[in-house]
T-cell receptor, first 114, second 112 residues
């Protein structure tokens, strides 16, 4: 158990809908990262938050947004869903920002858009 | 774009043999990390090597880092069936941008 909790584990929804994925980081970790993993693909970095503030942005679509709350949990919002958004979405957390420490991953949310 | 590129994309070896995977990256890094992912599950951190280190060991794992060539290798000795998984390298850049960027991974299959 990594200590990072993601909910829900599975999500099936229709095109055009909006969903929210939730992540609770490990106790004490201030950084939260979101990644998207499509079939047979590596992990695409989406966005990172540190202590409530957006710190780094990757290839995140405008239809996607995220935030980190004062209690450090994070949510990834995906709207106007398309079939191609079907993927595993991972959240990871870590302690240090600039020095780079190991990241602890949740078990992911498998999103299926039908 | 991906920072790290693992090579090979897939590798099948007999149980007991050694497995070597390579990773190349593009920009200066603070550290490089290797992760394992069992099918459809979250990633598990294996080992971290800092830019001022050349080699690191952890159990049956040996990681090397050559910053002049911007490359790293992961060696798994005496492979076991349980080592079957995808292995990813991830880089933490030197600049203050705190992304941890992953490659596409090497799929390792250990044959009984």
């Amino acid at each position: 158990d990594s200590g990072v909790t993601q909910t829900p584990k599975h999500l099936i929804t229709a095109t055009g809908q909006r969903v929210t994925l939730r992540c609770s980081p490990r106790s004490g970790d201030l950084s939260v990262y979101w990644y998207q993993q499509s079939l047979d693909q590596g992990l695409q970095f989406l966005i990172q938050y540190y202590n409530g503030e957006e710190r780094a942005k990757g290839n995140i679509l405008e239809r996607f947004s995220a935030q980190q709350f004062p209690d450090l949990h994070s949510e990834l919002n995906l709207s106007s869903l398309e079939l191609g958004d079907s993927a595993l979405y991972f959240c990871a957390s870590s302690v240090e920002v600039h020095l780079g420490t190991e990241a602890f991953f949740g078990q992911g949310t498998r999103l299926t858009v039908v | 774009s991906q920072q790290g590129e693992e090579d090979p994309q897939a590798l099948s070896i007999q149980e007991g043999e050694n497995a070597t995977m390579n990773c190349s990256y593009k920009t200066s890094i603070n550290n490089l990390q290797w992760y394992r992912q069992n099918s459809g599950r979250g990633l598990v951190h294996l080992i971290l090597i800092r830019s001022n280190e050349r080699e690191k060991h952890s159990g049956r794992l040996r990681v090397t880092l050559d910053t002049s060539k911007k490359s790293s290798s992961l060696l798994i000795t005496a492979s076991r069936a349980a080592d079957t998984a995808s292995y990813f390298c991830a880089t933490a850049p030197m600049n203050r941008d705190d992304k941890i960027i992953f490659g596409k991974g090497t799929r390792l299959h250990i044959l009984p």
